[in-house]
Nanobody, 122 residues
């Protein structure tokens, strides 16, 4: 019952920054944990970051720790992923996903957006 739409992807040079947005529909958005995942060509979808319902608790994969920041604005039904110091290996389609409980596994999330492409050139 939650629809998610990602935006903000694009082409950047290594060392640059992007802020991805995940806009959600529905009245119960604040009840959902939201995670970001990414999938590069030929690779499995991997966890990037997640944020609790209130936004007070966050979790990051080692790949983005220290460079990525997840946040949310429940009044706007939006979750953000700020990505700094981007590397070519960050190139992937980035997806946001929602679930009622915290998970770092893609298969545990019930709702997914369509993805937004992030390409980092060297």
């Amino acid at each position: 019952q939650v629809q998610l739409v990602e935006s903000g992807g694009g082409l950047v040079q290594a060392g640059g920054s992007l802020r991805l947005s995940c806009a959600a529909s529905g009245r119960t958005f604040s009840r959902y944990v939201v995670g970001w995942f990414r999938q590069a060509p030929g690779k499995e979808r991997e966890f990037v970051a997640a944020i609790s319902q209130s936004g007070t608790s966050t979790y990051y994969a080692n790949s983005g720790k220290g460079r990525f920041t997840i946040s949310r604005d429940n009044a706007k039904n939006t979750v953000y992923l700020q990505m700094n110091s981007l590397k070519p290996e960050d190139t992937a389609v980035y997806y946001c996903a929602a679930d009622l409980r915290f998970e770092a596994t893609a298969g545990a999330y019930d709702y997914w957006g369509q993805g937004t492409q992030v390409t980092v050139s060297s």
